[in-house]
């Protein structure tokens, strides 16, 4: 494995226009101008190898855009230094563009009148794709998928799901070392998302090639990715396994009992009883939050059921989406 | 990777543009009904002229027929910059919604494949229109033909175009830095109208405006004069392909500039 993109400390700072409120305070921005520096993306560093799929996460407004854009060579960081594929993305993005391939948000980068299979053929000029390797694709693509029926179709009739998985055999079409992806499955139904997550990791797959995906969907991150990067205002919050991820933050589970009486006296009970645990009750169940490296579930319930007679159990495990929520809201400690 | 040369960009821009009036084709009352408006428009325009010149037998030592030839001389430089370079006026709601994003992604020059997307076909009508009109004015005129005549025209023509071309670049790119460029580019068409005029008419002011400020006074006027008045041809005159080169690659650079600075809108 080789490192395909380097990004050493780099910070993107933007200017903006301090606005002043109301018409008049619209009138005094006219003449006199008041800028603040806004750092959008602060000191982030990384290294992704050839062939990792990493999920890049984080709130909106976190900084995930401005740092594809400077991966994309759309953006000239302020500070630090990115290698993409051995190339400064920014200073040669010609050059840059040959080896990666964008999908990006909601917006289809495919010529809005014209079928699929003409957009692929200009796309195989502008690429500049050898016969053979475009045969190759398109042949690797009809094993994956079931591409006949959106060939023919002009993409502007096409679904949204279609467009979107048209947008991502677009992407990777001139075999690209690296595709970003930006919330590939936004909007889409329940199968339309697992085909395209399924279509997303065959091509890794097959291909080596290295994916970068942005999504706020935790199911696309569980289906696909290994590693996951974090940030939020622009900072790194996270860079590691998603399994390390879990343990990071202790491996906690849930244990939901149903018991007779009154929930919050019981609760309250049970929490003298199992201090190494915190309990908590609602309408219907007590849960009792167990962190795994200092007591076993199985203790915790063979313990209680001497004192209290359970009717009903759940054992919950914390999920992805939990923990980053967790870290969204509370940062890492 | 193999050079990208102009012959690349050419064996493209023809894929493109074939696609493009192939799918333009499919949406047949649409293409019949703007082909009609354009005739129309056009024949506004004509009929407007004409009334004009019953009134007024010549303006400021201009004839009709050599109004005319400046006329459809105009219609014809117009030509280019409406069939390759119309996309430029859908430029600002690309910029300002974020959809330009998706141009700076390829490997090929930002301005070639923006521009390649859109090629209007209507702009052809209007090419016939001008030739027509040209070509009535010509031999009214009794100018009489040979081969230099021709090439004079050719070059002039070019020039033309690309003064036209350059004028709508660099208002289509203002939108790079200004929200509201509808009105700068709109402002631009407005005063190419004035092209079809001798600049002579106009009072001092506005002819060192339209000559040097914006200058559309060598869209029409000034290569006209090579044909029209070759015993007092103006300096300007001579020089004004040189302008019109510079001028275009001016223009190919204040739209690159403004691309390049391009950062998207969050998504």
Same mark, same amino acid.
């Given at each position: ?13 933007? +200017? ?176 339309? +998302? ?77 929490? +003298? ?22 007591? +076993? ?37 | ?267």
């Amino acid at each position: 494995m080789s490192a395909i993109i380097e990004i050493r400390n780099i910070t993107k700072e933007f +200017k903006v226009l301090n606005r002043r409120e109301g018409l008049k305070g619209s009138l005094k921005d006219l003449f006199s101008r008041d800028y603040k520096t806004v750092r959008a993306v602060d000191n982030i560093s990384m290294t992704i190898e050839q062939g990792e799929i990493v999920g890049y996460l984080g709130p909106n407004g976190a900084g995930k855009s401005t740092t594809i854009k400077m991966m994309t060579g759309v953006l000239e960081p302020t500070s630090g230094e990115i290698l993409v594929g051995g190339n400064v993305p920014y200073q040669n993005r010609t050059r840059n563009a040959q080896e990666i391939g964008v999908v990006f948000g909601q917006r289809s980068q495919l010529w809005w009148a014209l079928p699929l299979v003409e957009s692929f053929k200009i796309l195989k000029d502008i690429y500049q794709i050898p016969d053979a390797d475009y045969e190759d694709m398109l042949s690797l693509y009809r094993s994956l998928v079931d591409i006949e029926p959106l060939l023919h179709k002009p993409v502007r009739q096409m679904s949204l799901g279609q467009r979107t998985l048209s947008d991502i055999l677009a992407a990777f079409l001139h075999n690209p070392k690296i595709v970003f992806l930006d919330e590939p499955t936004i909007g889409l139904d329940v199968s339309m +998302k697992s085909k395209i997550r399924t279509l997303i990791h065959a091509l890794n797959q097959k291909k080596n090639t290295t994916v970068i995906l942005t999504t706020h969907d935790m199911g696309d991150v569980d289906a696909l990715c290994h590693r996951i990067v974090i940030i939020d205002k622009g900072k790194m919050l996270y860079d590691n396994d998603i399994e390390h991820l879990k343990s990071f933050f202790g491996s906690y589970r849930t244990l939901r009992l149903r018991i007779d009486g009154d929930l919050k006296a019981q609760a309250e009970i049970i929490g +003298k009883e199992i201090p190494e645990c915190s309990v908590s009750a609602d309408e219907e169940w007590i849960s009792v939050l167990v962190d795994e490296e200092k007591a +076993k579930v199985i203790d915790v319930l063979a313990k209680l059921q001497k004192t209290h007679r359970i009717k009903d159990m759940q054992l919950m495990e914390i999920s992805t989406e939990e923990v980053i929520k967790k870290i969204y809201e509370e940062g890492v400690k | 990777m193999k050079k990208r040369g102009f012959h690349f960009y050419f064996r493209i821009y023809c894929k493109i543009m074939a696609q493009d009036i192939k799918s333009k084709m499919s949406y047949r009352a649409d293409f019949i009904i703007s082909t009609i408006g354009m005739i129309f428009t056009n024949i506004a325009g004509f009929i407007s002229f004409w009334i004009l010149f019953r009134n007024f037998p010549s303006i400021d030592g201009w004839t009709y027929y050599e109004m005319l030839f400046l006329y459809g001389f105009s219609l014809i430089s117009l030509t280019p910059v409406q069939c390759l370079f119309d996309n430029n006026w859908s430029l600002r709601q690309n910029v300002y919604s974020g959809d330009f994003i998706k141009y700076c992604f390829r490997p090929i020059n930002t301005f070639f494949y923006y521009q390649s997307e859109i090629f209007d076909i209507k702009g052809l009508g209007q090419l016939a229109f001008g030739i027509g009109t040209l070509i009535y004015a010509w031999c009214n005129i009794g100018l009489g033909f040979s081969a230099l005549m021709l090439l004079k025209l050719l070059v002039f023509l070019i020039t033309a175009s690309l003064i036209m071309i350059a004028l709508q670049n660099t208002a289509a790119a203002t939108c790079f830095w200004i929200q509201n460029s509808f009105y700068v580019l709109d402002l631009a068409n407005r005063f190419r109208d004035y092209a079809k005029y001798p600049i002579t008419i106009f009072s001092p002011v506005f002819r060192f405006f339209f000559t040097f400020v914006f200058p559309i006074a060598f869209i029409a006027y000034y290569p006209s004069l090579v044909l029209l008045r070759p015993d007092d041809v103006p300096v300007l005159s001579w020089i004004s392909p040189l302008f019109g080169i510079a001028f275009f690659w001016l223009s190919y650079k204040i739209w690159m500039h403004g691309a390049s600075q391009y950062s998207g809108t969050g998504s």
